[in-house]
């Protein structure tokens, strides 16, 4: 019976794991198509360069309206920190920008620690990454009602195996 449990353990983490890899996948590649090309057809982001050109520097209101409008699209805050940079307007647009190459290698870490059991709430940890990645796309994931206490047990409940897992597959 214990070797049937660990067999089913291994079956069902080994297709979970190969979910959660071409869920990856799926995404990353979105994330990458949506950064390849600025829209400069764009009619708004033509228009807020414009009105950055003619706008004072002192307008901080209107600077940090025209930020939350692009938010989540990062080719097009990537413009719009270049004009308010020529402009020698300070925004703080930086903390609306991230490095999405270096975020989706740091959530595919996460990912693979938590098939080897590098760490312990590596699942909990890669979910966290993505949640971050999701913010900055301008969408919400919400990680902490998936994983409420952020422990093991969640993960191991999504999977569908049983609570005593760990110590099923030590032996």
Known sequence: MTEQLRADYRDVRA??????YNLFDEIAAEIERRHADVDLADNKLLTALKVIEVSGKDNWQLHDSIIRQFHGNQPALQVLKAAFDK????????KHIYDYED???QAQVALE???TGVEKHTFYGAAKA???IAQYEGYDLD???LFPSGHVD???MLMGLPRN?????KK
């Open 143 to 145: 990680v902490d009602a």
């Open 103 to 105: 975020k989706l290698r």
């Open 87 to 94: 402009a020698g307007i300070p925004t703080g647009i930086e």
């Open 15 to 20: 297709k979970y794991k190969v979910r959660a």
């Open 113 to 115: 620690r938590a098939f």
């Open 130 to 132: 993505m949640q971050e």
């Open 154 to 156: 969640e993960v191991t």
């Open 165 to 169: 897992w760990e110590d099923l597959a």
